[in-house]
């Protein structure tokens, strides 16, 4: 059983930093921010979920079954991640690619403290502990003082792939593309530091302070964090209803209104951009249609345009009604990975991204999210992120993009750079 209380927050924007300092004192972390973002979808402005009660770690074989058994067995809030390289489990695939930070294929936690923020009021709610404990984590927060801070070390971040490389791999992509094995495929590279030591705290508010994204993420097990500034909703469910919403299309932001209205613009009616958006739609209309009641699949919103600090991004938004049949674990074993970040048709894709790509994925790609106590749930996509390894002192991110016929090498570098942009910014601050 869960004890629940409500507080009335005067500073709703300030007590997010004190909670994702608090929490700093806890092995697991999952701190949840939508920057006041609008989007008629939410749930909560900010959710922080610590200290497990129980979890499950898993690699990718079996993990979705698992992970089902674990889900209706709590029934109860559970927090964590999918990692792209559970596509192992649900289609015959390998991942044998370099993985400089060796996180678990699949990991969630039954937290014994929930903190959830929804305008001015906080329900806090504790797993099988007294209302006396609950009153003093709160003064402790709401009188937090940031800590002394890590000293982090110069970080000499590097490209995995060279840009020739990049566009070679680029050109042999559209061979594909050109021979009919795919309509589209999302490549991806790595950028990585090798002997870092960084706060990562330090580097998540900054990193979240630059990009005020919609889903936004400090993550921690142990020793291993992601610090993310997504932007794109994966999955959610609430009751019967799924709701997809991918990103496909992104643009620069300029400071200059004229100039920034017209990268908008162009974002908004550029037919590649438009071709990827609508491609992945297509297929995640297939996915959603897997556990979706005959007919109810339906393209809310296709290909609008929204702006975020970094860049413009084109958003659309599909939903189905789920065939009771289902469990909530099927919708996202049927859906995963995201389209947005495999290509079309999925599987093709992903074959052959496996093969150009030079590392494993690991968690980028992959969804952070929780489930409620009722079987629902809500999961971001991992990019705009930075994965650490405090253990072997390995920092990482990726970024990537779209590859269709319509596409430019040269241009899907700029792309890929442009998206860099913020992660490159905080770790060399």
């Not at 530091?193 to 993420?217: C, G, H, M, R």
């Not at 968690?363 to 079987?375: E, K, M, N, Q, R």
Request: proline content about 3%; hydrophobic content about 40%; glycine content about 4%.
């Amino acid at each position: 059983m869960r004890t629940s209380i409500y507080k009335i927050i005067e500073e709703p924007i300030a007590l997010k930093q004190q909670l994702v300092g608090w929490g700093q004192q806890f092995r697991e972390i999952t701190f949840l921010d939508s920057n006041s973002f609008s989007d008629e979808y939410s749930n909560f402005d900010c959710v922080l979920a610590v200290d497990a009660f129980t979890s499950i770690k898993t690699d990718y074989h079996n993990a979705f079954e698992d992970l089902k058994q674990y889900q209706q067995t709590a029934k109860d809030w559970l927090f964590g991640y999918l990692a792209y390289d559970l596509k192992n489990d649900v289609e015959h695939l390998e991942s044998n690619k370099f993985d400089g930070l060796d996180f678990p294929d699949l990991f969630f936690f039954q937290p014994k403290k929930i903190f959830l923020l929804k305008g001015n009021q906080l329900e806090i709610q504790y797993l099988k502990m007294c209302d006396d404990e609950i009153e003093e984590d709160f003064e402790s927060i709401i009188n937090f003082a940031k800590q002394d801070t890590i000293t982090s070390n110069t970080i000499a971040v590097q490209q995995r792939i060279s840009k020739q490389s990049y566009l070679d791999k680029v050109v042999k992509l559209l061979e594909h593309i050109h021979q009919g094995d795919v309509y589209e495929a999302n490549f991806c590279m790595e950028f990585f530091a090798q002997n870092a030591k960084i706060d990562p705290l330090e580097k998540f508010l900054k990193l979240n302070e630059i990009s005020q994204a919609p889903f936004t993420v400090f993550f921690k097990n142990n020793k291993q964090f992601l610090l993310s500034a997504s932007p794109e909703r994966y999955l959610k469910k609430e009751k019967e209803i799924l709701i997809s919403q991918p990103i496909k299309g992104t643009s620069k932001r300029f400071a200059d209104p004229v100039e920034d209205e017209i990268s908008k613009n162009n974002l908004e009616q550029d037919p590649k951009e438009r071709a990827e958006n609508i491609m992945i739609t297509d297929l995640v209309r297939n996915d959603l249609s897997h556990t979706a009641q005959k007919a109810t699949v339906e393209v809310k919103e296709l290909c609008g345009i929204y702006s975020f600090l970094q860049v413009h991004q084109m958003i659309s938004t599909i939903t189905s009604k789920m065939d009771p049949k289902y469990a909530a674990v099927d919708a996202l074993r049927t859906t995963f990975p995201m389209g947005s970040m495999t290509g079309a048709p999925k599987y093709a894709a992903m074959r052959i991204i496996e093969k150009l790509e030079e590392t494993k994925r690991g968690l980028y790609s992959g969804a952070v999210g929780y489930f409620t106590p009722d079987g629902d749930f809500d999961f971001n996509v991992v990019i705009r992120g930075i994965l650490y390894n405090e253990a072997n002192e390995y920092v990482s991110f990726s970024v990537g993009s779209a590859i269709t016929s319509l596409s430019v090498p040269e241009k899907e570098y700029e792309e890929c750079l442009l998206k860099a942009k913020a992660m490159l910014e905080v770790l060399q601050q």
